[in-house]
């Protein structure tokens, strides 16, 4: 029913591929060319203040609302997962070593992109109840005064998080563990769909409290298997960043026209990944409390190197270092389990099953306060907010449980192409107000402030749209 060349998965790989070669890669590149260029260069100059931002935030006890570090948390919870295991595999497999290349390069320019996004999201956050609520949805009806496109955009994150991405998930943890230990993949499918959605219910503080403690555990794990990969063939690093390189520019791949689909690759997966102008992220950054929206466009940005630089690269070094992704019977997670067996023995595919249960499942119930957060934007009704968790963790889920791998992915990328085509627009309109709060940011700290607090009068001109920020 799902086979890989089933004709919907057929109609999707083509309709994904003209969109992401005629829009989506040269917009994400040039959008975060203009905004590096026009923060001068956050995403490198202020690292050391993203650090300090995350350590205070990691200590904050004063209040109800989530701190500035379990919204990272949460971010960094849908961020690191999949993509970081299976996406890095997939694209080595279709466009070889020179996708990671590309990763990288995504990652380094989305820092700034995922800055102005999230500081936006702070900039026009609502309140609900004890706690806030924003994201796109909300910048671009308030920012923006568009409606019709702040409902499509809500709309489609909620297709694309809630619904598309949970499936991936999905299928890539019935997957692993179905090749660790022959695991039943829809027996796995009920068991996540159950403890997900109770998870779920508990709402976002449940979803921080559960992501601050999973997260920086299972990251730190994964980087100190994939370091000790790293130092036992330290010999072969040298060939590895050499076959990354002349794999992204060599000669051979332009004259063979597969430079256009290893840029495709590495782009795709990288967005998946680090979500950098997806869209998704300003969600939970909008949830937390600090003084000044640019404290948590920092933070964000950070997030980025995170998922990216640090995770997404362990998986590429430990997949170049065994040289399996030359077989053409290994992708996704599978590729990924044998790379790592081959390097430390038949215990590489339980850790790696382990892992992407948790890193996946850490994503699917961030997945759903992404969702939830724009179906509260659509509607105020419960029983709206009921039947999505339900549909999202059961049916999506179970889906995810059944499908072809190949199916899964072609469905999350033209649901995430679509997003992010939303998204990059907004935030191309509205980041000059961005960029008059990092300048705004940056004197206060010049002026020897340590901590600089935001004042609505920086930007008169938006206070009749705003909520949360007073003087």
């Not at 004890?130 to 308030?142: K, R, V």
């Not at 299972?218 to 036992?232: K, Q, R």
């Not at 999506?396 to 449980?401: K, P």
């Amino acid at each position: 029913m799902f086979a890989p060349d089933s004709w919907l998965n057929v109609a999707m790989t083509s309709f994904c591929d003209f969109l992401w070669a005629y829009f989506l890669i040269g917009a994400l590149i040039l959008c975060g060319l203009y905004f590096t260029i026009r923060t001068r260069f956050v995403q490198f100059t202020m690292i050391g203040e993203m650090v300090r931002l995350l350590a205070d935030g990691a200590g904050d006890k004063k209040h109800r609302h989530i701190s500035s570090f379990q919204a990272f948390a949460v971010s960094v919870a849908t961020r690191v997962g999949t993509g970081n295991l299976a996406g890095v595999a997939t694209a080595i497999a279709i466009g070889g070593p020179g996708s990671v290349f590309w990763m990288w390069v995504i990652a380094l320019i989305g820092g700034a992109t995922a800055f102005v996004e999230s500081t936006l999201a702070q900039l026009y956050k609502r309140r609900l109840g004890e706690s806030f609520i924003g994201g796109p949805a909300y910048y671009i009806l308030h920012g923006m005064h568009c409606r019709w496109m702040a409902v499509l955009f809500a709309i489609l994150i909620t297709l694309t998080f809630g619904l598309s991405y949970n499936s991936i998930q999905s299928n890539t943890i019935c997957g692993a563990l179905n090749h660790a230990f022959g695991f039943d993949k829809l027996i796995v499918g009920v068991i996540l769909a159950v403890v997900g959605t109770f998870i779920a219910f508990g709402g976002i503080r449940r979803v921080a409290r559960v992501s601050s403690i999973v997260v920086p555990i299972m990251a730190i794990g994964y980087f100190i298997l994939a370091l000790v990969v790293v130092l036992m063939n330290i010999d072969k690093i040298p060939h590895v960043f050499r076959l990354i390189i002349d794999s992204a520019f060599g000669l051979e791949q332009f004259a063979g026209g597969a430079l256009g689909i290893t840029m495709m690759a590495g782009i795709k997966r990288g967005l998946f990944s680090n979500e950098a102008g997806e869209g998704s992220a300003p969600n939970v950054a909008a949830t937390a409390q600090v003084t000044h929206p640019v404290k948590q466009g920092l933070v964000q940005a950070l997030g980025v190197y995170t998922d990216t630089i640090l995770v997404c690269s362990c998986t590429a070094f430990i997949i170049l270092i065994s040289g399996l992704y030359t077989d053409p019977s290994l992708n996704g997670i599978a590729l990924t389990q044998s790379a790592l067996k081959s390097e430390i023995g038949s215990a590489g595919t339980i850790f790696i099953a382990i892992a992407i249960f948790l890193f996946a499942f850490s994503s699917i119930i961030g997945n759903y306060y992404y969702g939830e957060a724009n179906i509260r934007f659509l509607t105020d009704k419960p029983w709206a907010i009921t039947v999505f968790r339900i549909f999202s963790g059961t049916v999506m889920v179970l889906f995810g449980a059944v499908a072809s791998l190949e199916l899964v992915w072609n469905l999350g990328d033209v649901c995430m192409a679509l997003l992010t085509a939303c998204n990059l627009v907004a935030i191309a309109i509205l980041g000059r107000y961005s960029f008059r709060l990092l300048k705004d940011y940056r004197s206060q700290k010049r002026a020897g402030i340590k901590d600089p607090v935001f004042h609505a009068s920086t930007i008169p001109e938006v206070i009749p749209d705003l909520d949360t920020w007073t003087d």
